[in-house]
């Protein structure tokens, strides 16, 4: 392991080098700690301890928000714990928090004949993503990622290191799936249970001018609740020049909408009839693509839109609002978006059936996401303030709450756990770290954490 004082050669690096967003924080941990297994968490916690530091974690550095940067903390760095097993009679992969779920896991399961509803984003880690839930490729078939969690390794407060599953430890087990950053022991490794990978993944992608936003909602909202559990329809908002256009069809310029539907499946009749529904669309279309795809292309698309190397605000909302209710302030926000990556996301997610009994907990009929894409500093202010309040004024109406993972508590908090979950959770933080020695949520106002509205 290797530790990097603050002032010394190499802090600063260590500090945000890994950080995916280049909005990187004014904040300052008093010492960086670059773990390299999980002996040396323990250690780090211990020594934390000793020295009167706070913890903070960090495994694949893209929380939008730099979570794992924190002022006088020690930040224990687990870009070494990147190790993958998996076991052929169980099915079981057990990963170190480190790994990224498109870059590493997927293949790894692919070469074995599994899969993992793994994050869209291919580089996101593992342990961030997992802990908050997890929204991933066939989630809506297949849950929450952190639902095929079966167990995890931690250390604790203390330094223990401990085994959490629904037998032992199962407060640490039930937290782990969907705590997000409020977890409090650092998970150094998942055991997460893998499925029978699909042999086809296919997709179906349909532009449409934004002026028809408002009859492309309604036709959704519509559809939304009888589709099968396989199709994943999203709605992107999107600026980039590369979007698929019929023979002798214009871009019309700026904003354009793309309906973009994927399905895993067992052959491409099953794809042709799921995607079937899509055809009777009334609004008109400006292009149209559907066929096979894969995981790998999927995945060099998201990694366009959402480029390494710039500076993110992000805001996101659940919603139970109908479409005419929606529309407003959604298609407000769409029509301004003004860099030509910044997009904004609706995923019909439709909740179909009572959660498992885990920390995760809200979630509403739709999810309305906006990441602000752009690259100059004095633009800071402006986009953060402007996502925040364009969100907050989606979810006035008919918010539900929001997912972790797509938010930013000193610009605009909302509810991200059930009321009766946050106060289990409060318990289990109380028993489990006392002292306080991990850092948990980051919020302007700590006193309106999970406070809805
Ligand atoms: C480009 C991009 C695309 C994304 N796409 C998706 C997506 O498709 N689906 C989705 O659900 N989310 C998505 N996200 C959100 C992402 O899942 C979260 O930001 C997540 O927290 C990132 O995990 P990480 O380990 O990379 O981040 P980190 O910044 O390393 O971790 C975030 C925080 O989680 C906690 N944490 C992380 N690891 C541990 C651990 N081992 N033990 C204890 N606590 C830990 C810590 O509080 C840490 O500060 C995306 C983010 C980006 C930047």
Partial sequence: MRLFLRGFAGYEEARVGRVFNQRRPDRYPAAVLLAESADDV???????????????????????????????????DLEGLNSLAYDEETGIAVAGPAVRGGRELAPFLTERGRAFP???????????????????WNSRSKG???????????????????????????????????????????????????????????????????DDGEALLSWMHELLPKLDRRVEPVIAATRLPNIPLDESVEHPGGTVLL??????????EEAE?????????????????????????????????????????????????PADRLAPP???????LDTTHSFSIWYGWAPHRPLPDMAFSVEGNV?????????????????????HERTAAIAADGGAGVYLGDTDFTGRQDRFLSDANYRRLEEIRATRDPDGRFVSYLAADPARLNVHG
């Fill in 144 to 210: 929450w990622a952190c639902e095929s969690v079966v167990a995890v390794d931690v250390v604790t407060a203390d330094g223990s290191a401990l085994h959490c599953d629904a037998q032992q430890n199962s407060d640490l087990y039930w937290a782990a799936r969907g705590a997000g950053p409020g977890y409090p022991a650092i998970v150094t490794a998942f055991h997460l249970q893998t499925y029978p990978a699909y042999p086809h993944l296919w997709h179906d992608t349909w532009t449409f001018a934004l």
């Fill in 330 to 336: 959604l298609l407000r926000l769409w029509r301004e």
């Fill in 42 to 76: 323990a250690e780090g916690v211990r020594m934390a301890g000793e020295r009167g530091w706070a913890v903070s974690v960090r495994s694949g550095g893209h929380s939008w928000a730099a979570w794992s940067v924190r002022d006088n903390a020690l930040l224990i």
């Fill in 259 to 268: 309906l973009h539907t994927t399905v895993m499946v067992s052959n491409p």
């Fill in 367 to 387: 999810y309305i996401a906006t990441y602000v894409v752009y690259q100059d500093a004095a633009d800071d202010e402006k986009y953060r303030t402007w996502v």
């Fill in 118 to 136: 793994g994050g869209h984003c291919p580089t996101v880690g593992i342990g961030g993503f997992l802990l908050q839930g997890g929204q991933g």
């Fill in 273 to 321: 009839d799921l995607l079937r529904v899509f055809d009777s669309c009334p609004v008109p279309k400006l292009g149209h693509v559907r066929g096979e795809t894969s995981l790998a292309e999927e995945s060099a698309a998201q990694d366009e839109q959402s480029p390494e190397g710039h500076r993110y605000a992000v805001d996101c909302t659940w919603t139970d609002a």
